[in-house]
Every structure is written in structure tokens, then in C-alpha cells.
């Protein structure tokens, strides 16, 4: 059998594409009906041979990103929701998505719903689902809410991207100025303080104190460059390791929150992500105790993951959400204060809601005015170590021209 290229329109009157398995084009042209989609024939193509086979090689595969997800949980939403069988709705999505190793997994979640099992199930066998998707998808399922909760989940999905998109990118600008720094001062310490001091030895009088400071500072750094170079690597390792375990992680989360600045954007975001993602999860029907373990795990933070889950054992034991909340002295007052209220009132969801959104407006502000103080202050960072180091190797040779005038 050939492999079709096909776009069509959706009843909803979106224009979708994808890739089907026909005996002729006649046979593509009838099935998309059969779907419902109105196929539109002049894109209606056959696949060519030769390059454009999938080929596969171990360890060389496409990954599937957060990306892919998104996309297709608001397509099969809206397929969904537009009346679409949901073993119709994955073939659909399973022909037309470019990532050809999740296109495997939408295969095999197709089959597996074909063969009988719920759709949550089909998702438990697939790690890209995570615990937060697939109790989601059990909720939706069990309350005949599919297409809402997919909707849902999409746009928490979006949200969670962009927080942590502004939250690398808050961090990578300064780490990055800090590397780049590092390396210019190590070819200078390296390649070009030698050979002034190799011009300065020949002066035959003792130099300035910075200048010699330098000067010493080179000749250590060659001396001892493979030393160091293993130090800084064995240090990176070191830590890598420790925040794989249990209480080394424990103990750094700890130390990123009592950052300066960086700290506070931290705890704002962790307080965006947990308050975003239990609202999505207690409007969707998931039960409490459920939704904040699911929340612990997701939350991102080990500090902030112990709070939730003393919570969560406070609350199975009869108590109030806001009481241990309180006690833990993660979350401000304010975050404390309104989701006492939302509790009281029957309105925890919407009250998570609004927390949520005002932490993520936060984050925003903070990452924007982060962006700005920064720059004069990489200017400065810049100025005093490279500059320092210029001037000092031309301390001599003002001091010279000087004796000579």
C-alpha cells in the first residue's frame, strides 16, 4: 500500500493535514469523508520513496518534546469537542504529527483504546504522561468532561512553558556574562600577562603592587592550570551528584532560596506552579489528596515539595489547607490568607486561580526588571576584572614614560 499526503477541513472548519496508508487516492478521498473532514483534493499527494522513508537508528531518535504534547492535547480537545470518536481522533493525530517517535506513541495509544482499555490507561504505559495528564484524563473520562479537561490541560501546559522559559532565561544571561568573563580572564592570565612581564623583567626596577599582584596571579594560573581546571570539574560533578540525593537536594533548594533576588524569583515561581497547577487539578474534579500529591511531585522545589506534602497530611488527618501552609513558612501570608478564604467560601479553585495569575505577573515584572539592572551591572562586572588587569599591566609603562619626560 502507498502513503498519502492529505490536508482536509474539520467540521469545525479547521484545515488539519496528516498521512494515511491507502491503495489509491480514491481510498484516501473516501476515508477522510467517512471521517467527517473534507478532504481537499489537489493536497492530496502520494508520498515519494527513497529519502523520504522513516529510518530509525537506536539512540538517534527524535525526542519528544513538551512541545508535541501541547499541540496535540488542544488538537484532540478540539476533535473531541467538535463530536469525533476518540480511536478516529488519535488515527487523525497519529498520521498528521511530524515527530515520528511520537507519532508511535499515538499509535499505540490508538491500538490500545481499539483493544479495550480506557484511554487513561493507554497513558499510564507511556512516561511522557506524566501523574498530573493522566489523573486529569481519569477525571475527565469518569466525569464525561474529556474535551474540557484536554482544554485544560493545554493551556496549563502553555502556562507552565512560558514560566519556566522566563526563569532559564533570567538565569542563563548572567551565567552566561559570568563564563565569558571567566574565559577572557584566563587567556589573559595565560597567553598575554607573559609577555609583559617578560618585557617588564627587563626594567631592572621593582614593579607596582597591582602589576606584580598580576603578574604572580599568571604565572600561579599557568603552574597550576590542569589543577585547577580538574578542581572546577570535580566540584561540578560533585554537586551534580549531591542534588540527586534525597537530602542533598533538600539542602540546595534550601540555599537557591535564600539567594539574593534570585531567590525571591524562585519562590514566586514555585508559588505560580503550585497554585496554578492545583487549581487545574481541583477544578477538574481530581480529589484533594490526589491532586496535592501530584502537586508535591511537579512542584519543582524540594523545600516546597516537603511543605505540600505536610499539608497534604494535615489535611488527611482533618485539618485546614491554609493552617500547615502557614506553619511552613514557604508561602507568604497573602497566598496563606486567600486560600483560607477560597476554602471557607467553596471557591479553593478560583481563589488558586487568581494566585496564580498575580505570581505569574510577578515573575514577569521581575524577570523584566531583573534584564534591566542587569546590564549595568554586567557592564561594571566587565570593567572592573578586564580593565583592572589592563590597567595594571600599563602601571609600568606609565610610571616609565614619566621618569623619562
Same mark, same amino acid.
Given at each position: 500500500?502507498?502513503?498519502?499526503?492529505?490536508?482536509?477541513?474539520?467540521?469545525?472548519?479547521?484545515?488539519?493535514?496528516?498521512?494515511?496508508?491507502?491503495?489509491?487516492?480514491?481510498?484516501?478521498? $473516501?476515508? @477522510?469523508?467517512?471521517?467527517?473532514?473534507?478532504?481537499?483534493? /489537489?493536497?492530496? %499527494?502520494? %508520498?515519494?520513496?527513497?529519502?523520504?522513508?522513516? =529510518?530509525?537508528?537506536?539512540?538517534?531518535?527524535?525526542?519528544?518534546?513538551?512541545?508535541?504534547?501541547?499541540? #496535540?492535547?488542544?488538537?484532540?480537545?478540539?476533535?473531541?469537542? $467538535?463530536?469525533?470518536?476518540?480511536?478516529?481522533?488519535?488515527?487523525?493525530?497519529?498520521?498528521?504529527?511530524?515527530?515520528?517517535?511520537?507519532?508511535?506513541?499515538?499509535?499505540?495509544?490508538?491500538?490500545?483504546?481499539? &483493544?479495550?482499555?480506557?484511554?487513561?490507561?493507554? @497513558?499510564?504505559?507511556?512516561?511522557?504522561?506524566?501523574?498530573?495528564?493522566?489523573?486529569?484524563?481519569?477525571?475527565?473520562?469518569?466525569?464525561?468532561?474529556?474535551?474540557?479537561?484536554?482544554?485544560?490541560?493545554?493551556?496549563?501546559?502553555?502556562?507552565?512553558?512560558?514560566?519556566?522559559?522566563?526563569?532559564?532565561?533570567?538565569?542563563?544571561?548572567?551565567?552566561? =556574562?559570568?563564563?565569558?568573563?571567566?574565559?577572557?580572564?584566563?587567556?589573559?592570565? +595565560?597567553?598575554? +600577562?607573559?609577555?609583559?612581564?617578560?618585557? #617588564?623583567?627587563?626594567?631592572?626596577?621593582?614593579?607596582?603592587?597591582?602589576?606584580?599582584?598580576?603578574?604572580?596571579?599568571?604565572?600561579?594560573?599557568? /603552574?597550576? #592550570?590542569?589543577?585547577?581546571?580538574?578542581?572546577?570539574? /570535580?566540584?561540578?560533578? $560533585?554537586?551534580?551528584?549531591?542534588?540527586?540525593?534525597?537530602?542533598?537536594?533538600?539542602?540546595?533548594?534550601?540555599?537557591?532560596?535564600?539567594?539574593?533576588?534570585?531567590?525571591?524569583?524562585?519562590?514566586?515561581?514555585?508559588?505560580?506552579?503550585?497554585?496554578?497547577?492545583?487549581?487545574?487539578?481541583?477544578?477538574? *474534579?481530581?480529589?484533594?489528596?490526589? $491532586?496535592?500529591?501530584?502537586?508535591?511531585?511537579?512542584?519543582?522545589?524540594?523545600?516546597?515539595?516537603?511543605?505540600? @506534602? /505536610?499539608?497534604?497530611?494535615?489535611?488527611?488527618?482533618?485539618?485546614?489547607?491554609?493552617?500547615?501552609?502557614?506553619?511552613?513558612?514557604?508561602?507568604?501570608?497573602?497566598?496563606?490568607?486567600?486560600?483560607?478564604? *477560597?476554602?471557607?467560601?467553596?471557591?479553593?479553585? &478560583?481563589?488558586?486561580?487568581?494566585? &496564580?495569575?498575580?505570581?505569574?505577573?510577578?515573575?514577569?515584572?521581575?524577570?523584566?526588571? @531583573?534584564?534591566?539592572?542587569?546590564?549595568?551591572?554586567? =557592564? !561594571?562586572? !566587565?570593567?572592573?576584572?578586564?580593565?583592572? !588587569?589592563?590597567?595594571?599591566?600599563?602601571?609600568?609603562? #606609565?610610571?616609565? *614614560?614619566?621618569?623619562?619626560?
Amino acid at each position: 500500500m502507498a502513503v498519502f499526503r492529505w490536508q482536509g477541513i474539520s467540521p469545525r472548519g479547521d484545515t488539519i493535514s496528516g498521512e494515511m496508508e491507502a491503495t489509491t487516492r480514491d481510498a484516501v478521498v $473516501a476515508r @477522510l469523508r467517512a471521517q467527517r473532514i473534507q478532504p481537499i483534493p /489537489a493536497k492530496i %499527494r502520494e %508520498r515519494g520513496k527513497g529519502l523520504d522513508k522513516e =529510518i530509525s537508528i537506536p539512540g538517534l531518535g527524535e525526542k519528544i518534546k513538551t512541545r508535541d504534547v501541547v499541540v #496535540f492535547t488542544r488538537q484532540l480537545g478540539t476533535m473531541i469537542d $467538535a463530536g469525533l470518536p476518540i480511536v478516529q481522533c488519535l488515527d487523525i493525530l497519529g498520521q498528521q504529527t511530524d515527530n515520528k517517535k511520537f507519532r508511535g506513541v499515538i499509535r499505540q495509544l490508538k491500538e490500545d483504546v481499539e &483493544a479495550g482499555s480506557t484511554f487513561t490507561e493507554a @497513558l499510564r504505559k507511556h512516561k511522557i504522561f506524566d501523574d498530573l495528564f493522566v489523573n486529569m484524563i481519569s477525571a475527565g473520562e469518569v466525569g464525561g468532561i474529556l474535551d474540557t479537561i484536554l482544554q485544560r490541560l493545554s493551556i496549563y501546559m502553555e502556562k507552565s512553558m512560558k514560566l519556566k522559559a522566563k526563569i532559564k532565561g533570567a538565569m542563563i544571561y548572567p551565567a552566561t =556574562i559570568i563564563t565569558v568573563a571567566t574565559g577572557v580572564t584566563t587567556v589573559l592570565l +595565560i597567553w598575554v +600577562i607573559p609577555v609583559f612581564a617578560e618585557l #617588564f623583567s627587563s626594567f631592572g626596577q621593582a614593579l607596582p603592587a597591582p602589576t606584580q599582584f598580576v603578574i604572580n596571579l599568571s604565572n600561579f594560573t599557568i /603552574a597550576y #592550570f590542569p589543577y585547577l581546571l580538574a578542581v572546577v570539574v /570535580a566540584v561540578a560533578v $560533585a554537586l551534580v551528584q549531591i542534588y540527586k540525593t534525597e537530602g542533598g537536594r533538600l539542602w540546595m533548594d534550601h540555599a537557591f532560596l535564600q539567594m539574593p533576588v534570585f531567590g525571591e524569583l524562585i519562590r514566586k515561581s514555585s508559588i505560580a506552579r503550585f497554585t496554578r497547577t492545583l487549581s487545574t487539578l481541583v477544578s477538574s *474534579g481530581v480529589p484533594i489528596l490526589d $491532586a496535592l500529591l501530584i502537586t508535591a511531585k511537579t512542584s519543582g522545589n524540594k523545600v516546597v515539595e516537603r511543605a505540600i @506534602l /505536610a499539608t497534604r497530611l494535615s489535611i488527611s488527618e482533618g485539618n485546614s489547607i491554609s493552617d500547615p501552609l502557614v506553619q511552613s513558612k514557604v508561602f507568604p501570608p497573602m497566598v496563606c490568607q486567600m486560600i483560607s478564604v *477560597g476554602e471557607s467560601t467553596g471557591a479553593l479553585d &478560583a481563589m488558586l486561580q487568581k494566585i &496564580a495569575e498575580f505570581y505569574e505577573d510577578e515573575v514577569d515584572n521581575m524577570v523584566a526588571n @531583573l534584564t534591566t539592572l542587569m546590564e549595568p551591572l554586567v =557592564i !561594571l562586572f !566587565l570593567g572592573v576584572i578586564i580593565g583592572g !588587569l589592563v590597567i595594571s599591566m600599563y602601571l609600568p609603562i #606609565f610610571k616609565l *614614560g614619566s621618569v623619562i619626560s
